[in-house]
Each structure stands twice: as structure tokens, then as C-alpha cells.
């Protein structure tokens, strides 16, 4: 893998996610690499492919701008952004009526239009709110 454009920085990672990538590299192949390699490529796929699918489906919900803005103060400074508590943000919502209400939103629209997303568009939810709470890029 050709180094050109690409930033050297340490970074600490859970031993799951270490023995993952380390198993990833085979000598003598087209894999072959060292773990950097294949943690660059992999997280390059995950931007560059699963975050564009989630990104595509939040287009395809169509929120309003009320809804993102209403999504955007909801979600901004929760627990959420935690990988292990997204598939959660469902539930909170359903907590949350009344203040959605508050906000200027329909809460049936609004859940409807959640509950139809997968768990790949969920994270790109939270990825995209964590990036632009006016989530602008959905727009």
C-alpha cells in the first residue's frame, strides 16, 4: 500500500478489534500487509461504503428540516454515540413525544420515518448528528 496522502498516527484499539485486523493479513497474497494496511483499507471501505449507504437511506427518508433539527437537539449530547447503544435510539425517541411535540414535530411522522431505517442507517444517523446536528448533508 502506497503511503502518499495518508497521515502516520498511533491509535489505541480493543484487543477484539486488533485480532480481527491481524487475522486479515495473509503472507504471499493480495492481502498481504501489515496491520495498518488492512485497518486502513477497512476503515476506507466503512466510510467509503457502509456510511454512504446509511447516508442514502436517511436522504431517502425524506426529513423534513424540522425533523433534523428535532433529531439533531435530541440526539446531540446523548449516550448515543456509543456503537453499542444506537440500535437503542429508537426507544428514546418513543420517550421523547412530548418533546418532539415542543420542537414542532409530528411524533407518529417522526418515528415512522426512524423505525424504517436499518441499523447501517441508524449509525450514519448518529455519525452524521455527531459531525452536523443540522444535518445538512441529508438535506
Do not use: W
Request: aromatic fraction near 8%.
Amino acid at each position: 500500500m502506497s503511503t502518499n496522502g495518508y497521515a502516520k498516527f498511533s491509535v489505541s484499539l480493543p484487543d477484539e478489534i486488533k485480532q480481527q485486523a491481524q487475522v486479515r493479513i495473509v503472507p504471499g497474497s493480495a492481502l498481504a500487509g501489515d496491520r495498518s494496511s488492512v485497518l486502513a483499507r477497512d476503515l476506507d471501505r466503512y466510510y467509503d461504503g457502509l456510511l454512504k449507504a446509511g447516508l442514502k437511506s436517511l436522504r431517502n427518508a425524506k426529513f423534513s428540516p424540522e425533523e433534523r433539527a428535532c433529531l439533531g437537539t435530541l440526539f446531540m449530547s446523548t449516550a448515543f454515540m456509543e456503537p453499542e447503544h444506537i440500535k437503542l435510539l429508537i426507544f428514546s425517541l418513543e420517550d421523547s413525544i412530548d418533546e418532539i411535540r415542543f420542537l414542532g414535530v409530528d411524533p407518529d411522522t417522526l418515528l415512522a420515518k426512524v423505525r424504517q431505517l436499518d441499523l447501517n442507517a441508524l449509525y450514519a444517523l448518529v455519525d452524521l448528528i455527531e459531525r452536523d446536528p443540522e444535518m445538512r448533508e441529508i438535506a
